[in-house]
């Protein structure tokens, strides 16, 4: 049996020739990136803020003095490592209120694409590891895909910084860029307000004195933190306000949270504006009328606008303050439900209806007469005494206070502990006397018991920033606000202007809250 021959063969060649052969393939696909990277650069720069005209000011880290530069192969990898400890100290100090898991023995979760803008993704592995193998920082291992990054924490020997100047021309450029994003979407009003931030003072020789006599509560957020560990972060949170290291950050549902928003109430009256102090103009009852003036809104409203404020939907790329153009109105059996933007809060800026002697309203619907413990409920949240009304003999009003805000965000039928259900009393005692506005909150808890918070918050917010501040930046854009959710603080000469813009804007609604000035 013949084996029959193959085709012939290639003709061979040199190994200098085939090396020749895949350098010059390797120069014309080295041509092809560049041209590729020129194209892709040249379209980018079409979108990228222009420099400006002095230049990118370097960045300011806060780094412990322990971290040492000779840990790091070069500096590119020590000023990546002084960005993620800064940031990781931010996060630590200024988010450790509103952050879940960012207190003292907590890990703050930290994106992997958000870090990678600014730090390349090899150069930031490297870094992690050796903060990590240094026992720098420290990482819980846990990451769940569309639901949580990996948590990192500073170590509590290295939470005590100074600052240092980046000089890396490169990631200073990149930080800035990634912050001129931040401020080309920010709403105008919170860039107006982050404008009256960088114009604060405090003293800090004052604020030294008062921290030494201030002691943490041990049982707040089940944290064991030591006094020296409490005075840390409070002397940390202080020195950054003197530097002028001020942000601001708005979430999805308008609230504003800053570094005076987190600063003790025991150091805000060091806070001065070219030598004045501030004077804080505070909201009593806040959240319980916002609670109040939604259940009269949502007792004579159709089933359309009722599944809408249930259905409510937050997004952070919307505009969180257009809550009066939106109102909640009743929709006929012709309107169309498809132009209905979801993401809106559901309020009414207007003037609530009057019914006539009929007891219709203009538009001849008959309205149905509110309920007498709303009627009363709306009056003594105008009168800033439910906390009082609710309390009894020998109980701390201030601890009903947080008593009662948890109890309206709550799971509704109470928390089991040891397998054992346990109800809300303060909840128990607020159905009991106001009905109409538990059954309110309970229909905003149908599918999620946080739409409640949202709601009213968002409702609270849009009122309190987007009405009032709004305004106070439209008619005075040269005044001084500094907010703290429902507490505005101005100078001693604008009280007058400011006390009367709250009162009109909450005139619009039909209630005359009772401002607190101190």
């Known amino acids: 049996m013949t084996v029959p021959k193959n085709d012939a063969e290639p003709p061979r060649t040199s190994a200098k020739l085939w090396a020749a052969k895949q350098a010059e393939q390797d120069r014309k696909r080295k041509e092809i990136i560049n041209a590729r990277r020129l194209v892709t650069r040249t379209c980018n720069k079409k979108s990228r803020p222009p420099l400006p005209s002095g230049g990118v000011k370097p960045a300011r880290f806060y780094v412990s003095p322990q971290v040492q530069r000779a840990w790091f192969p070069d500096e590119r990898h020590w000023w990546g490592a002084c960005y993620l400890l800064n940031l990781l100290h931010w996060k630590w100090l200024a988010k450790w209120k509103w952050v879940r898991n960012a207190g003292l023995n907590g890990h703050v979760p930290l994106l992997q694409r958000h870090l990678e803008k600014v730090v390349h993704h090899s150069v930031l592995k490297q870094v992690k590891q050796i903060l990590i193998d240094r026992g720098v920082i420290g990482c819980d291992l846990t990451a769940i895909i569309g639901r949580k990054a990996y948590g990192y924490r500073l170590a509590p020997e290295y939470r005590k910084t100074e600052l240092l100047f980046c000089a890396d021309i490169k990631l200073n450029r990149k930080i800035w860029e990634a912050q001129a994003q931040v401020e080309g979407v920010r709403h105008p009003l919170l860039s107006w307000l982050l404008a009256c931030l960088r114009r604060l003072e405090i003293d800090s020789k004052q604020a030294a004195a008062v921290i030494a006599t201030l002691r943490p509560r041990r049982k707040r957020r089940k944290q064991q933190l030591t006094v020296e560990d409490y005075h840390l972060r409070l002397t940390e949170h202080v020195q950054q306000m003197t530097n002028g290291e001020h942000r601001l950050h708005g979430d999805a549902y308008g609230r504003v949270h800053t570094l005076v928003v987190n600063l003790k109430r025991e150091l805000r009256h060091l806070l001065t504006m070219d030598g004045q102090p501030l004077v804080s103009i505070d909201l009593s009852c806040s959240q319980p009328l ?8 949502y007792f004579n409203k159709s089933k359309m606008a009722m599944h809408r404020l249930i259905n409510m939907k937050h997004d952070q790329d919307k505009d969180p303050y257009n809550a009066p153009n939106k109102a909640l109105v009743n929709n006929s059996k012709h309107t169309s439900t498809s132009n209905v933007t979801a993401y809106m809060p559901i309020t009414n800026a207007r003037a609530p209806k009057t019914p006539t002697k009929q007891g219709v309203c203009a538009k001849g619907v008959p309205l149905r007469p509110l309920p007498a413990d709303l009627h009363e409920f709306v009056r003594v949240c105008q009168d800033g005494t439910l906390y009082e009304v609710m309390s009894r003999p020998g109980e701390s009003v201030k601890r009903n206070k947080r008593r009662l805000l948890s109890a309206f965000y709550a799971r509704p039928g109470g928390k089991r502990v040891s397998g054992v259900i346990r109800r809300n009393q303060m909840w128990l005692r607020f159905a009991e006397r ?14 999620d018991y946080r739409r409640a918070a949202w709601v009213v918050q968002n409702f609270e917010a849009t009122m309190v920033l987007g009405n009032v501040c709004g305004r106070i930046m439209r008619e005075q854009p040269d005044a001084v606000i500094v907010t703290v959710h429902d507490c505005l603080m101005t100078t001693p000469d604008r009280v007058p202007y400011v ?7 909450y005139a619009k609604i039909g209630v005359n809250p009772k401002l607190k000035v101190q």
């Not at 106001?434 to 599918?447: E, M």
């Not at 006390?499 to 804007?505: A, F, H, P, Q």
């Open 434 to 447: 106001f009905p109409t506005a538990a059954k309110f909150l309970l229909d905003l808890k149908v599918k």
């Open 499 to 505: 006390t009367r813009v709250i009162r009109e804007e």
């Open 290 to 297: 916002m609670i109040a003036v939604l259940t009269m809104r």
